[in-house]
């Protein structure tokens, strides 16, 4: 009992430390899954399959054997459905913008009303995994774009930015009934490749030529800088129904080949198993704080039922509402969620709503 006080208490003040050290530090990766999504953003006690150690290491306790030699999902934000809509209603002005009539230029600035200065989010997260005998090896990416239009004042102009992550993680988890009974220890170190364009500012016409935009951006994504980053977790049985765990996400970790630290980021997680197919969690994330942000925007809580081929998924994430189903057709698996964020500091200020879709191979 002592010892497990002992080390739990030295990982605590280890992570404050660090934290504080890290105020204002660049954003980790962070991996998720449909799943985790539709559940409301929990995960650390419960993700699935061979990528799950990416959200805890110590779900590597389990000791199963999981392939997945593919997964890819694709996510984006109720804004890119009104840009599209935008578009399609205004391609064949775009491109002659500046030799348009002052009534045609007023009925495109009508149209903007919508979308101005509002941000069109998408992204391609993507992963490879296999874990088995208490290890985990993975490879996982997530290319996040986001693309504006501010009306200005005398013309239109298109802002746009990108960020592309790319991972290699191992990771170790493995029971600790030496220590305490039901207790699961493991650790993950990741080696980070970041790519990232900055705010770049366009012409309104370039918003005519879809393939420019992405050229643009590819060709902003092309140099990046290197990092590692080191994950710490634990899981804790209580009983047969209840279980407790955290993470230390980033306990240490920097990018930029060390000139810039990433921010620690404690999770905190129970999940309770209500019947053998009802199961639900809670989590806390950015136990430190160090985004700044109300308290209740950090919790996240879902509930999932566990049917032989349909999953039902819900719960709330930052106090939104989220939804999500699962298909298990053997080795192939696919997953939707809906979901809200939110964009301010404190609940209820300024939420957007993503869909977001998975589809991935493994057993």
């Keep these: 009992m002592q010892k497990t006080y002992k080390l739990l208490i030295f990982t605590i003040l280890t992570a404050m430390l660090s934290s504080s050290a890290f105020a204002g530090a660049k954003r980790g990766v962070f991996y998720d899954t449909m799943r985790n999504r539709a559940m409301g953003g929990v995960g650390i006690m419960s993700s699935q399959g061979a990528t799950a150690f990416i959200s805890n290491p110590a779900l590597l306790s389990r000791g199963k054997i999981h392939v997945s030699p593919i997964s890819i999902q694709l996510l984006f934000n109720n804004n890119i459905l009104d840009l599209k809509d935008f578009i399609s209603d205004n391609s064949d002005s775009l491109a002659s913008f500046g030799d348009l009539s002052p009534a045609r230029v007023d009925s495109i600035y009508t149209d903007l009303n919508s979308i101005d200065n509002r941000w069109m989010k998408a992204g391609v997260p993507f992963a490879g ?16 774009f986001e693309f504006k239009i501010d009306k200005g004042v005398y013309e239109p102009h298109v802002f746009m930015k990108g960020i592309f992550d790319n991972v290699i993680s191992v990771g170790y988890g493995k029971r600790m009934d030496f220590i305490r ?17 900055p705010d770049q500012k366009l012409g309104f016409s370039d918003l005519s030529s879809s393939g420019d935009l992405i050229t643009e951006l590819q060709d902003s994504l092309k140099s990046g800088n290197s990092g590692f980053g080191f994950d710490l977790g634990a899981l804790y049985r209580l009983n047969e129904k209840l279980e407790v765990g955290l993470v230390f996400v980033d306990l240490v970790g920097n990018i930029d ?3 810039d630290d990433i921010s620690t980021n404690l999770k905190l997680g129970v999940k309770y198993e209500l019947f053998r197919r009802l199961s639900a969690e809670a989590n806390i994330v ?32 930052q106090g ?13 698996k696919a997953d939707f969620a809906v979901w809200t964020e939110e964009q301010g500091d404190f609940p209820g200020f300024d939420g957007e709503t993503f869909v977001g879709a998975q589809i991935y191979l493994g057993f």
Excluded at 129 to 144: E, F, H, M, Q, R
Excluded at 320 to 332: E, F, Q, R
């Design 257 to 259: 080949d060390g000139n």
């Design 286 to 317: 950015d136990f430190f704080n160090s985004d700044e942000t109300a308290f209740f925007n950090k919790m996240h809580i879902g509930i999932e039922v566990n049917l032989p081929i349909l999953k039902l998924r819900g719960g709330f994430n």
């Design 320 to 332: 939104y509402p989220t939804y999500g189903a699962g298909l298990n057709l053997g080795i192939l």
């Design 129 to 144: 995994a296999i874990s088995a005998v208490n290890v985990g090896v993975a490879y996982y990416g997530i290319l996040d």
């Design 181 to 197: 009974p039901g207790l699961k220890m493991g650790a993950a170190l990741k080696f980070i490749t970041r790519r990232e364009a």
